[in-house]
């Protein structure tokens, strides 16, 4: 997801990364012999982190004003490919080599490690150091917190998913943002006469098409139907809402409500979004972080004022309520039980000083397009380019009566995998709804 | 790239002088021993191991009986990933192995213009699958792709979103990007006919069509066995080019079982199933490797050049 240009500041900071990278592999190879050396490589603590700007920068930049700050307690850093991130965090945790700090999505995955005795329980450090947690938003918290006791600092930024809309499409078409959900299947014949696509989705990666469900069993049979899926409680998925809810995806898809060959649109190459911002597409359901990426690669689209963008509104006669929202409630951060007690202390260390200081937080608004997981940032996002979106993301996180976590992080990975499965199937009209409740309801609290 | 038997005059050879001379040698098959072994059995065995076992690749390796050979068996998701690995071995075995018939003995000759085509023929096996794929998705993208840059509607298909013809798709890359190598073998396998046959058949008043159906096809027997079990054998483990260009979707058509493996094991955590359908993999490769090798009949020591 390499699709911003490379800034002069980025291009800088890369240097002097280059530069860093060889001091510390100077300093690590100095041997167990090599402590006297002012750092000390015992108290050195691993951190990994994911490529792709703007996040990319933003997270290094971090990780270098920390150990500017803290010569003695140094964090060796290494980004990864999303993708090959995810690979390589799972055989290092399991093979007893993952790094100091857990950098990750939280929920399901989380459960995991934790099952396994992999991470630190951090939920004592917190009690201790209350004005770290009371920065943060209360709702980030959801996705570190397994069995009562939290296992992961959370960091970063809040990513709901957002219906966005191509207002000059409407425009054309004589239409209005929709209301409800019905005023949304109203407009579907009103674009697919004029040959756009209703709601550009990308149905080649699985869990485009789950933001779908999610939205819609939420509006239709409020927070709670999930909840008790995640819950693990027997036979969850079998809430009339569920029905309900894949009826109506499957009578969307024979609708022609996601436009031409959505299913072999991919989102690895943005293509959703390049659907919506050419007026191919008149809506889309997708992450916050489209935001930027649509602001890069998308001309004057957003610059000019022509995206719009809501919560998902709600469904007549529905249960949920529409401040409700999806998304993730922020990144994670946990400590490898693994790790020596001093580079354990490093890693809290970055915590209490490093993690979401002024600085990066004003970077992740002003660089990111993002809302950072922290309280009281108002006056910064209100002064960005970006004001008005930012302010969107912030109300609709801070307001959301329930900000549930997207499914497939939620899940174990097993009962992720088997959702992401059917979902496909779902969309291709290879398994019937009373099927797919059944498959469902195999691994739940698997 | 030979892939004929060794020439019959060293046969009886071989034979004849089995005690010394094979004992003198025998150590060399050695670092090719160690390095199979290594790589090819312990690997093997681990897997077999694991199949036996409930582990999610993070923590604790609990012996789990036959429980993972139960849920792999009795989940009717084994059975659709093993009709669609053996359609797509079908399809692309009767698709590539005229193709590259056809071109290995159209550059057998020695012509110097086919020398030129040989080498473009060639040129899709030296790009990486992941490209490959990556450029057809974007090729074949509805509404981005090909057809809808050129206008031409005939071009502009949901190529990689309706089952079919994902499959379709995907037996034609796969095509494409291997015909070129068995091509190459046939080639090989064709130089090595000897003219003298030929020159008879000509003697004789047999026409191309003949010579080729007589001769050409008779004596590329063991080549034709080879390529086949290679094509066979690989399209088993088949993965990359799938996984990047429709990863098994849309829905389920096009997943194979290498790609099942991938997703219990690595995205789903369930490393004593995936183990599981790995063995039946190596299982039911070695089973089409015998049972291509049966097919070409005799011993491997039969002659190639019967009637020479």
């Known amino acids: 997801m390499e699709r911003s240009p490379i800034s002069r500041r980025t291009f800088l900071s890369l240097t002097a990364a280059a530069g860093a990278g060889a001091a510390l592999t100077a300093c690590g190879s100095s041997g167990p012999g090599g402590g006297s050396s002012g750092g000390g490589a015992a108290n050195t603590a691993s951190y990994w982190f994911l490529t792709g700007q703007p996040g990319e920068g933003i997270r290094q930049a971090a990780a270098e004003r920390f150990n500017k700050a803290n010569p003695n307690n140094k964090l060796q850093f290494t980004a990864f490919e999303n993708d090959a991130y995810k690979q390589k965090i799972k055989t290092a945790i399991g093979a007893g080599q993952a790094p100091t700090l857990i950098w990750g999505w939280g929920g399901g995955g989380l459960k995991s490690y934790v099952d396994a005795g992999q991470v630190e329980d951090l939920t004592g450090w917190f009690g201790e150091n209350a004005a770290v947690k009371d920065k943060l938003f209360p709702s980030s918290f959801g996705p570190a917190t397994v069995g009562g006791k939290i296992y992961a600092m959370p960091c970063e930024t809040v990513q709901p998913i957002v219906l966005y809309y191509n207002k000059k499409v409407f425009e054309q078409a004589g239409a209005q943002p929709p209301q409800s959900f019905e005023d949304m299947m109203a407009l579907v014949p009103k674009f697919k006469g004029k040959g756009i696509a209703p709601f550009s989705l990308a149905g080649k990666a699985r869990w485009t098409n789950m933001m779908w469900l999610e939205f819609l069993l939420d509006r239709i049979g409020g927070a709670s139907v999930f909840q008790a899926v995640f819950d693990g409680q027997k036979d969850a998925w079998s809430d009339p809402a569920v029905l309900d809810m894949?009826?109506?995806?499957?009578?969307?898809?024979?609708?022609?409500?996601?436009?031409?060959?959505?299913?072999?649109?991919?989102?690895?190459?943005?293509?959703?979004?390049?659907?919506?911002?050419?007026?191919?597409?008149?809506m889309m359901l997708h992450g916050g972080w489209t935001y930027?990426?649509?602001?890069?690669?998308?001309?004057?689209?957003?610059?000019?004022?022509?995206?719009?963008?809501?919560?998902?509104?709600?469904?007549?006669?529905?249960?949920?309520?529409?401040?409700?929202?999806?998304?993730n409630p922020g990144q994670y951060l946990a400590i490898s039980a693994k790790a020596t007690a001093e580079q354990k202390e490093t890693a809290k260390k970055f915590f209490t000083t490093g993690v979401l200081d002024a600085d990066e937080t004003k970077a992740w608004i002003n660089d990111g397009g993002s809302v950072p997981v922290v309280k009281g940032t108002e006056s910064v996002l209100a002064a960005s380019p970006d004001a008005a979106f930012l302010k969107f993301v912030y109300d609709t996180s801070v307001n959301a009566k329930t900000f549930a976590q997207s499914w497939d992080q939620a899940l174990s990975p097993t009962a992720a995998e088997t959702l992401l499965d059917n979902?496909?199937?779902?969309?291709?009209?290879?398994?019937?709804?009373?099927?797919?409740?059944?498959?469902?309801?195999q691994v739940i609290g698997k | 790239m030979t892939v004929l038997a060794p020439p019959p005059t060293r046969v009886p050879e071989r034979s004849t002088s089995a005690g010394g001379r094979s004992k003198s040698v025998s150590w060399m098959v050695l670092p090719a021993l160690a390095v199979f072994v290594a790589f090819g059995i312990v690997p093997l065995l681990?897997?077999?191991?694991?199949?036996f076992t409930q582990w999610d690749g993070i923590g604790q390796i609990n012996p789990a009986g036959l429980d993972s050979w139960k849920a792999v068996l009795t989940e009717p998701g084994l059975l659709h990933a093993l009709w669609v690995t053996f359609l797509v071995m079908a399809l692309s075995w009767v698709f590539q192995t005229p193709m590259s018939l056809l071109i290995g003995v159209f550059l057998a000759a020695h012509k110097r213009y086919r020398g030129l085509l040989a080498v473009l023929y060639f040129i899709p096996l030296l790009l990486s699958s992941t490209a490959i794929a990556i450029t057809y998705s974007a090729l074949l993208n509805p509404n981005f792709g090909l057809g809808a840059g050129l206008g031409v509607e005939l071009l502009n298909q949901d190529w990689l979103g309706q089952g079919n013809l994902a499959l379709g798709v995907l037996i034609f890359v796969v095509s494409w990007q291997f015909i070129p190598f068995h091509s190459l073998i046939y080639q090989g396998g064709v130089r090595?006919?000897?003219?003298s046959l030929y020159e008879a058949a000509e003697i004789d008043g047999?026409?191309?069509?003949?010579?080729?159906?007589s001769i050409t096809l008779p004596q590329l027997k063991y080549t034709i066995i080879t390529s086949s079990t290679l094509m066979v054998v690989g399209s088993l483990t088949f993965f990359d080019l799938i996984f990047v260009l429709t990863a098994g979707g849309p829905?389920?058509?096009?997943?194979?079982?290498?790609?099942?493996?991938?997703?219990?094991?690595?995205?789903a955590n369930l490393m004593g199933p995936a183990s599981a359908i790995?063995?039946?993999?190596?299982?039911?490769?070695?089973?089409?490797?015998?049972?291509?090798?049966?097919?070409g009949g005799g011993s491997e020591a039969d002659s190639q050049l019967e009637g020479v």
């Open chain 1, 292 to 327: 930027g990426s649509m602001k890069n690669d998308g001309g004057d689209f957003v610059s000019g004022g022509n995206l719009g963008w809501m919560n998902f509104p709600p469904v007549a006669g529905g249960k949920g309520d529409p401040s409700d929202t999806v998304g």
């Open chain 2, 206 to 213: 047999a026409g191309k069509i003949r010579t080729f159906f």
């Open chain 2, 278 to 295: 790995a063995v039946i993999l190596v299982l039911v490769g070695l089973g089409l490797a015998l049972l291509l090798r049966r097919l």
């Open chain 2, 192 to 195: 090595q006919i000897p003219t």
């Open chain 2, 251 to 267: 829905g389920d058509s096009t997943q194979v079982l290498a790609l099942e493996m991938y997703q219990l094991g690595f995205k």
């Open chain 2, 46 to 51: 681990g897997a077999l191991g694991l199949s």
């Open chain 1, 423 to 441: 979902i496909a199937k779902l969309f291709q009209n290879q398994v019937s709804p009373q099927q797919w409740v059944t498959n469902m309801n």
């Open chain 1, 246 to 282: 894949l009826t109506k995806i499957q009578t969307m898809v024979k609708d022609g409500a996601f436009g031409k060959g959505f299913s072999s649109v991919d989102a690895a190459n943005n293509a959703d979004q390049a659907l919506l911002y050419t007026g191919k597409a008149a």
